[in-house]
């Protein structure tokens, strides 16, 4: 389990590489440096001088050579427009999203997961038709539809929560605001969660109910059911343990595609998290903090998926010892 670790730490050492001269390159492109930090009435020779002071004359090699010496010690630029470290503007946003994705994660586990097992549990009931159904349409929907839909029926309408903002935060241990702790926070919570799970909730279902319905025809379920095992040990212990690898697999990718789907969700809602940030950015041209931002989200990503392959030992120790072999 150690070599495995290594490996996949290298690997991701390599994959931030990869996307940091990529985020690299993509600010270089978004627009002049020097005209984000000047006025147009400047003189050439000022432009000039200014153009000199930020190494923006130096080869893309060199400049890449120092933008990754600064990355690494945790100095990844400074916003045009906050005029702060962009590392810091992003961790000041990043709560909000983290505290927005976990709420989503908790509704789809909340509701994917029976609707998943009683669709592959009893396929001919009508409940278990309808929720194929609805996951088939949920595919099709997509999530600006779904935003609307919430604000015009639950906000405008039924006045039941708030259509915008985050709400009323509290400190936690002087760290960062959450909204979870008061009433005020979850009720501008309810609306966005629900849209940025709706995202995710169709392919679970789905996922599930077809990786139960396989494992419900294995070899050793059937053994089960000749041993005269309850019932509920072996849908929801021996069926279900083994249903849940592929779907934990899913799943951690999901968890990371889950920062890029609050984008928009964040937008509509006007959240204020990585998301809503980021847009403000890029319709500000604000290149280092857009190019800090694809940095944090590719971390995240590759610290997402290789806490899923750790934990694969746990559900299933083949995984493990699958992994000693290699």
């Known amino acids: 389990m150690l070599v495995f670790l290594l490996r996949r730490l290298v690997q991701a050492f390599f ?33 000039a001088q200014l153009r000199q002071e930020l190494g923006l004359n130096d080869s893309i090699v060199v400049q890449y ?43 789809v586990i909340g509701i994917a997961t029976p609707c998943g097992i009683l669709a592959a549990i009893k396929p001919r009931n009508i409940v278990s038709r309808l929720v194929v159904a609805l996951s088939t349409m949920g595919l099709s929907i997509p999530i600006f539809i779904v935003a609307i839909f919430l604000v015009y029926v639950f906000s405008i309408k039924l006045h039941l929560a708030p259509s915008f903002g985050r709400g009323q935060t509290t400190n936690v241990f002087g760290l960062w605001d959450s909204g979870l702790f008061s009433k005020d926070g979850l009720r501008h919570l309810i609306l966005p969660s629900i849209t940025l799970a709706f995202a995710l909730m169709p392919i679970f279902v789905r996922l599930i109910r077809a990786e139960m319905m396989e494992v419900l025809q294995s070899d050793y379920i059937r053994f089960a ?102």
Not at 68 to 85: N, R
Not at 295 to 319: Q, R, S
């Open 15 to 47: 994959v931030m590489i990869i996307i940091s001269a990529i985020s690299f390159a993509i600010q270089n492109k978004l627009g002049d440096p020097v005209q984000q930090h000047i006025s147009m009435t400047v003189s050439p020779t000022e432009r």
């Open 65 to 107: 050579w120092r933008f990754a010496k600064k990355a690494i010690h945790g100095d990844l630029g400074t916003s045009y427009y906050y005029k702060e470290p962009v590392l810091d503007v992003i961790f000041k946003k990043l709560p909000a999203t983290v505290e927005l994705a976990f709420c989503a994660i908790i509704i």
């Open 225 to 326: 059911w000749s041993k005269g095992l309850p019932t509920r040990r072996i849908y929801f212990i021996h069926a279900l343990k083994n249903t849940m690898l592929p779907v934990i697999t899913v799943g951690g990718i999901q968890a990371g595609t889950l920062v890029a789907y609050t984008i928009l969700t964040e937008s509509i809602f006007q959240w204020p998290g990585m998301g809503f940030l980021f847009m403000d950015a890029v319709s500000r041209v604000d290149t280092p903090l857009i190019a800090a931002y694809l940095i944090v989200v590719g971390g995240i990503f590759v610290i997402t998926n290789t806490f899923v392959d750790l934990i694969y030992g746990l559900v299933n120790p083949t995984v493990k010892l699958a992994n000693h072999g290699l």
